[in-house]
């Protein structure tokens, strides 16, 4: 999956910023633990975080929601991994070495009864101070959601 977004130059010099995301089940967990995605709730859609512009350089978020289905609880864990890097999350330059961090995290937004959906938003944030000098471009990552039970 790729979340890469074409550079469109602007004055005070723009990037345009996506995260790709990629949610699979991993097969560890606590004993009876049973947790899945619903496959109607998964969008194809990258987080995007827009045009990032250094002169303003304001803390920008990106969400998405998605939905589980646990056969028990408690509530599963997350672990995320990006292709550019997990200490920290980042987003690389589609033309240079150069990264932009971020950071993800997850909050139940709603709960069943087991074994009900639960519907989970994901928001990946990227501070001001972590882009301000970063030079132009596009910048992406492949972003890797694992639900742990």
């Known amino acids: 999956m ?21 949610l699979l089940v991993s097969s560890g967990g606590a004993t009876g633990q049973r947790c899945t995605f619903v496959t109607g709730s998964l ?59 971020y950071s993800v995290a997850v909050t139940q937004t709603a709960a069943g009864q087991p074994p009900r959906d639960r519907t989970w938003r994901i928001t990946a944030t990227v501070l001001g101070v972590d882009y301000q000098n970063a030079p132009v471009g596009a910048y992406s990552d492949v972003l890797t959601a694992t639900l742990l039970p």
């Open 2 to 22: 790729d979340g890469a977004l074409a550079y469109a130059a602007r004055p005070g010099g723009w990037m345009r910023a996506a995260l790709a995301c990629a």
């Open 43 to 101: 969008s194809p859609s990258a987080l995007q975080f827009g045009s990032l512009d250094p002169s303003l350089a304001t803390d920008r978020t990106a969400v998405m929601s998605v939905q589980t289905l646990c056969t028990t609880p408690p509530p599963p864990g997350w672990s995320f991994q990006g292709i550019n890097g997990n200490a920290p999350l980042r987003m690389r330059n589609s033309a240079l070495d150069a990264y932009i961090p």
